[in-house]
């Protein structure tokens, strides 16, 4: 069989074993996708059952003895061979999943998820009514259980280092705080100077734009991307997210708001972003242990770069603007491309994370940094949530929320657990525009191809510098090979400074 790799029995195993994983992992993810797209609400109870049965099997086949020892026996098989290799690689990602699944006694796991559920309930109704009372307990709950996790992982530099090891491989606590200490000065100064100045009319996109139009406009802006539609799907759900299951099909969702046009349009390309990246990564990885991505950081930059440094650029509405102001003519007839322009980039602190602009969304982020770490330290207690976070949105941006609902109750991911993934958003922005730089380098036309609509350029060097990789290597990793550099602030606020520089004249 001459061209095709051969294996030991034991890695030939190794992978058997990983294809299997792999298969039930896609029927969870469609659980979850079928779950937020189209399942009835009558279905949430068994559904929730469906979805913990699955876990508790990939669990159980995961976290064996027997399979450690197949991981043991393969680093010794694989000794001294070129860490490079996709063989070594595979062990080491693998690995690294497995030790932390099989730290996590059983019990555990069933408390959390069970814990999870039932503090998602509670999240919806609190953030329907406003009321935090009502999140509480779980959100107690689920800071306690989320502790007795972090003790699995002693001993650590810091206590919240293995819950953003969780999202982020590699990265610590310390190397967050000294990237976000050096960003928040530039980005409360850049703030500033923009407030100094009058705010541009964006009054034309808070408008009820006919949503058959907005489809339509999305799903062309995508597709001239290079969102794969035979790997893929677009549906409508609540909260826009990416999904997959498999590299051959990637799944998106958005939706419309009847107030703004922009929400499902950047949260398309956003999403798309995220589709592109799954949708790049080398074929040989299908079903295999590299098949995933590298972090979340790494699949905010792409995210991040299709939805703001390509969508809300003037390249991209200088070729766009036409058609759509064509398709929403009662209300942008009389709106200019340099006012839409202005408008779609307009800098405002605001009470809502997903809908900050460019200037001002890492801040939101920096402050649930804080707050999850004194969370986790214990000098800050679930209690005083509220009052905390209000106290943090006045000192960050200057204004407070009128209410809970639009303060600490806005994200879902603490009723989900998932304390350290809000850093990877921030770091996902900064990656983003370290890449583009790069890109901008190697490729200084890639402006006018832009305006000309053309993208071929951009995601072929995505895919191969980002995508094609999968989880082979840790983001650092790919940061460094892919621009020279670790995940550094600098060219993000550059980039801020001179786009804002030009809309704002600075
Ligand atoms: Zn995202």
């Not at 061979?81 to 932390?100: F, G, P, Q, W």
């Not at 509670?122 to 009372?133: E, Y």
């Not at 804080?370 to 969370?375: M, R, V, W």
């Amino acid at each position: 069989m001459s061209g095709k790799t051969e294996y030991s029995p034991k890695m030939q195993a190794l992978f058997e074993r990983v294809a299997e994983f792999s298969d039930l992992e896609g029927i969870m993810a469609l659980l979850g996708w079928d779950q937020q797209v189209y399942m009835p609400p009558g279905g949430a109870e068994e559904r929730g059952l469906q979805s913990a049965a699955l876990g508790r099997i990939l669990h159980e086949k995961f976290a064996t003895e027997e399979f450690g020892q197949l991981i043991a026996d393969l680093e010794d098989e694989i000794g001294d061979l070129n860490a490079e290799t996709d063989v070594a690689r595979s062990v080491k990602v693998i690995k690294r999943n497995y030790e932390k699944q099989v730290k996590v006694p059983l019990p555990l796991l069933m408390e959390s998820i069970k814990a999870q559920t039932m503090a998602h309930e509670a999240w919806v109704q609190a953030k329907a009514r406003s009321d935090f009372s009502i999140f509480k307990p779980h959100l107690e709950t689920i800071v306690d259980l989320r502790k007795q996790y972090v003790e699995l992982f002693q001993p650590y530099d810091h206590i919240y280092d293995p819950l953003l090891d969780d999202f982020e491989p590699g990265m610590k606590t310390a190397d967050v705080k000294e990237i976000f200490d050096k960003l928040r000065p530039q980005q409360v100064e850049l703030l500033q100077a923009i407030t100094e100045k009058e705010l541009p009319d964006n009054s034309f996109i808070k408008q009820p734009y006919k949503e058959d139009y907005q489809d339509l406009f999305g799903r062309h802006v995508i597709t001239c991307f290079g969102y794969d539609w035979q790997r893929g799907r677009m549906d409508v759900a609540p909260h826009p997210f990416t999904t997959g299951f498999g590299l051959g099909d990637v799944r998106i969702t958005t939706r419309y708001l009847k107030d703004d046009v922009g929400s499902a349009l950047f949260s398309t390309m956003h999403e798309s972003g995220h589709a592109m990246y799954a949708q790049g990564v080398s074929e040989k990885y299908k079903r295999h242990p590299l098949g995933g991505a590298a972090s979340l950081a790494i699949h905010e930059s792409q995210s991040r770069l299709w939805e703001n440094i390509i969508g809300r650029s003037k390249e991209f509405w200088t070729y766009f603007y036409p058609s759509f102001q064509m398709l929403f003519p009662e209300y942008l007839a009389e709106v200019s491309l340099a006012d839409f322009y202005r408008g779609i980039n307009r800098v405002e602190p605001s009470f809502i994370r997903v809908e900050a602009d460019e200037a001002t969304y890492n801040m939101h982020i920096m402050l649930r940094l804080e707050i999850e770490i004194g969370l986790m330290e214990g000098t800050i207690n679930v209690g005083d949530l509220p009052e905390i976070w209000n106290n943090k949105m006045q000192d960050y941006l200057g204004i407070t929320p009128p209410d809970d609902a639009r303060g600490v109750l806005q994200d879902i991911h603490w009723s989900g657990g998932m304390i350290g993934y809000f850093p990877t958003y921030a770091l996902g922005n900064l990656a983003s525009v370290q890449l583009w730089e790069k890109l901008l380098q190697e490729h200084p036309n890639v402006p006018d191809e832009i305006a000309q609509a053309k993208f071929d350029t951009i995601l072929a060097w995505m895919r191969e510098h980002v995508h094609q990789y999968g989880a082979k290597y840790d983001p650092q990793e790919i940061m460094i090979k892919a621009t020279g550099s670790k995940i550094t602030p600098e060219p993000y606020m550059a980039y801020l400074r001179k786009k804002y520089a030009e809309i704002y004249d600075l």
